[in-house]
């Protein structure tokens, strides 16, 4: 089977990119390891472990994109404010959306919800799909990319998107290069019932073992939910996993200061471990890499699937805007473009966040000191704050078209 350009990953960054391109007139084909399906969504199912914090310009591209109505019909939780203490200190800081004029900033949303919403257009969509195809061979084979699966069977591209995740099966086939190291600390998700309300709030304790976020849910029943990442040390991680629900909940309010009350119920927990990892080169002839497979970052603050759908926005566009030249697709000198506009953002942000948590992690008693004077300074500088809102709403920098505000 022949196909001008395979994406292969259908999560919620490749699927994103298929019908991005598919707005932009370009054919591909999808492939993934999965089947593939959208599953029936229950009101009141248990939330997903596994949740994005989406910006306006997240939000912005799904709206273009035609599944934004697909996640606002299953759960979807604004948010107007972020809380931000230092657990060993008396620093705090406070980001409100009032500040930039806007109504919220952003929307908290289970991973699956995002999914379906997006598989959902792809299914309404001419796209085609490949399900429970999984790659197991790639190759060159002149101009061409030669993929063989699992079962035997071959396709032929002359691109091939890598959109599988941070354990990439394509980067890692390709020979492409990454850095990477760990953080040494892994983090636990869950979703908890708690006696008090969110107020519409994303909370976040950088504790001596590392930051915990409560991140508000849509309410259940009446009942106050949040998703919870606790990022800590694997040994104080193994420890928690190994306590009961009602064990677990108390420690888990005793390190989030009670700010909700107490923590009435825990679902299901998953611990993950935390590993940086960026990609040399994002692209090569014929080859691109775009989310998780280009690039992974701490849970700090939440932006790795909003990078990831930058990465398949501006990447569309590049693509569209070389075809209407008449240039061929799989060309490097094509690909860099999007790597150009990619690159030195996803490392910025990178940077950020590894600064973050190295200053939080310090036991340092002078940078203690100077991480809670700092808190206390920039919480009285408002445009200095207004400045990150609007850089995590995705209201400023080297927007692609489906992000930008018409």
């Given amino acids: 089977m022949r196909a001008d350009m395979i994406i292969v990953g259908a999560g919620m960054v490749g699927s994103a990119l298929a019908l991005a391109l598919r707005e932009q007139g370009l054919d591909c084909l999808v492939l993934d390891g999965g089947p593939l399906q959208v599953e029936p969504f229950e009101g009141n199912a248990a939330y997903e472990p596994r949740v994005s914090a989406l910006s306006m310009a997240s939000q912005r591209i799904l709206e273009r994109l035609g599944a934004w109505p697909g996640v606002l019909a299953r759960r979807s939780c604004p948010y107007s404010e972020m809380r931000v203490w230092d657990g060993s200190g008396t620093g705090s800081i406070h980001f409100s959306a009032a500040s930039v004029h806007a109504n919220m900033l952003g929307h908290i949303v289970e991973n699956r919800v995002v999914q379906d919403a997006l598989l959902e ?201 070389a075809a209407g030249r008449g240039e061929r697709l799989a060309d490097e000198r094509v690909l860099s473009r999007y790597e150009r506009r990619r690159m030195p953002h996803n490392l910025a942000m990178m940077a950020a966040m590894e600064s973050f948590q190295r200053l939080f992690q310090s036991d340092s008693l002078t940078l203690r000191l100077l991480r809670n004077t700092g808190l206390g300074l920039v919480d009285g500088l408002d445009e200095a704050k207004a400045l990150f809102v609007r850089q995590a709403l995705g209201l400023s920098g080297d927007l692609p078209d489906l992000a930008r505000a018409r």
Wanted: charged share 25%; aromatic share 6%; with cysteine.
């Fill in 121 to 321: 257009r792809l299914h309404a969509s001419d796209v085609r799909l490949l399900a429970d195809a999984r790659l197991e061979r790639l190759r060159h084979s002149g101009d061409d990319w030669l993929l063989t699966l699992a079962d035997g069977r071959e396709l032929r591209t002359s691109l091939v998107v890598a959109a599988d995740g941070a354990n990439s099966a394509v980067r890692r086939l390709a020979g492409c290069e990454t850095r990477e190291w760990d953080y040494l600390h892994h983090a636990i998700v869950t979703s908890v019932r708690c006696a008090d309300a969110h107020q519409a709030t994303a909370w976040q304790r950088f504790t001596d073992d590392g930051p915990l976020a409560f991140l508000p849910l849509g309410e259940r029943d009446g009942e106050h939910w949040c998703s919870i990442v606790w990022s800590t040390t694997p040994e104080q991680a193994s420890h928690l996993m190994a306590l009961a629900d009602d064990e677990f909940s108390t420690a888990l309010g005793q390190a989030f200061e009670y700010r909700l009350g107490q923590v009435l119920q825990v679902d299901r927990r998953l611990c993950i471990p935390l590993r940086q990892r960026h990609a040399k080169r994002y692209v090569e002839p014929g080859l691109a890499l775009i989310g998780d497979a280009a690039h992974t970052i701490h849970p700090l603050a939440g932006q790795g699937v909003n990078l990831g759908f930058l990465d398949a926005a501006v990447l569309a566009e590049v693509l569209a805007q």
